[in-house]
Nanobody, 123 residues
Framework: QVQLVESGGGLVQAGGSLRLSCAAS????????MGWFRQAPGKEREFVAT????????YYADSVKGRFTISRDNAKNTVYLQMNSLKPEDTAVYYC????????????????WGQGTQVTVSS
């Protein structure tokens, strides 16, 4: 069992930056990959980024590549999403998820989800 809590969402102007955090707690078995997804009202939840918990492998959606950076701090059991050059289309609820050792971009690859944090980008 893994519990995830996102934080750091808020309102930011287009072109600005925001840093999201996801704190993980509870019992874990083996290593987990961590992912970020987002969902706008009336839209499907979409993949944003993922990072392996035991290594440095990262993977990004094309829509955020070059603007967003996923990172981890194992001592704090926390994963981050640094978002730069934000656009209004980045507005969504952002969710943190924990999955298998080599989980990728698929929703089904993740077993645990946080409650989400709202990110709003104004133009």
């Amino acid at each position: 069992q893994v519990q995830l809590v996102e934080s750091g969402g808020g309102l930011v102007q287009a072109g600005g930056s925001l840093r999201l955090s996801c704190a993980a707690s509870g019992r874990t078995f083996g290593s987990y990959s961590m992912g970020w997804f987002r969902q706008a009202p009336g839209k499907e939840r979409e993949f944003v980024a993922t990072i392996s918990w035991s290594g440095d492998d990262t993977y990004y959606a094309d829509s955020v590549k070059g603007r967003f950076t996923i990172s981890r701090d194992n001592a704090k059991n926390t994963v981050y999403l640094q978002m730069n050059s934000l656009k209004p289309e980045d507005t969504a609820v952002y969710y943190c998820a924990a999955g298998a050792f080599l989980a990728g971009s698929g929703l089904h690859e993740y077993d645990y989800w946080g409650q989400g944090t709202q990110v709003t980008v104004s133009s």
